[in-house]
Nanobody
């Protein structure tokens, strides 16, 4: 598995979690990366994206100010720090590698998807 997301779990509303996405084969160091999520009964949606060098980020409106995407090039890992979690953040979270190096919010621009990690936020 090239991309492995981890860090999900059960947390109370208002709490925090940090998701990690490890690129085990150092394949995507020059690619933009993204986080998406899929809640039960809903379509997958974009959450956050970061450029290849970490210099540019973009978030969906519902998580702005609460979530932070970052990447550690030395560890080939992308993170999603999630604060002030809400029950509506409950979903399976997926990390993905884009075809290009710049940020993108469109799922079809992502060429490789890792296995998801479940985040459950209780009220």
């Amino acid at each position: 598995v090239q991309l492995q997301a981890s860090g999900g779990g059960l947390v109370q509303a208002g709490g925090s979690l940090r998701l990690s996405c490890a690129d085990s084969r150092r394949t995507f160091s020059n690619n933009a990366m993204g986080w998406f999520r899929q809640a039960p009964g809903k379509e997958r949606e974009f959450v956050a994206t970061i450029s290849w060098n970490g210099g540019s980020t973009y978030y969906t409106d519902s998580v702005k100010g609460r979530f932070t995407i970052s990447r550690d090039k030395a560890r080939n890992t992308v993170y999603l720090q999630m604060n002030l979690l809400k029950p509506e953040d409950t979903a399976v979270y997926y990390c993905a590698a884009a075809r290009g190096s710049t940020t993108t919010t469109t799922s079809r621009d992502y060429m490789y998807w890792g296995r998801g990690t479940l985040v459950t936020v209780s009220s």
